[in-house]
């Protein structure tokens, strides 16, 4: 079964950090731009953060960030270990929502929600003071 397991996010502060992690199970994510979007109450939903790879003709390899977060956050992968990281630091309120990871085949970063072919299961990550 194919499949995106997500790990990490929680309950912390402003300018507090988390680790989310996004490993894929039952495939590779060679070839595969990996996204994570977030869900906020009352918004929709936006990529914050996306890498490509390598591997595809038309990935020159620079990781996409929202504005909202450059600076902050930094993603990451390791395809030997078929895990994309996203390191958030200084979290602030307007942080908060469902993130959720995502694999397309063969595309450049950013991508659309519809673009993916694997989706992770959510998790929820909450900045209150």
């Known amino acids: 079964q194919m499949r995106l397991v997500q790990s990490g996010g929680g309950l912390v502060q402003p300018g507090e950090s988390l680790k989310l992690a996004c490993v894929a199970s039952g495939f590779s994510i060679e070839h595969y731009s990996i996204g994570w979007f977030r869900q906020a109450p009352g918004k929709e939903r936006q990529q914050v953060a996306c890498?490509?790879?390598?591997?595809?003709?038309?990935?020159?390899?620079?990781?996409y960030l929202v504005d909202s977060v450059k600076g902050r956050f930094i993603i990451s992968r390791d395809n030997a270990k078929n895990t994309v990281s996203l390191q958030m630091n200084s979290l602030e309120a307007e942080d908060t929502g469902v993130y959720r990871c995502?694999?397309?085949?063969?595309?450049?970063?950013?991508?659309?929600?519809?673009?993916?072919?694997?989706w992770g299961q959510g998790t929820q990550v909450t900045v209150f003071s």
């Open positions: 890498i490509g790879d390598s591997s595809n003709i038309n990935d020159d390899g620079t990781p």
């Open positions: 995502t694999a397309a085949w063969d595309k450049g970063c950013p991508t659309g929600w519809l673009d993916n072919d694997h």
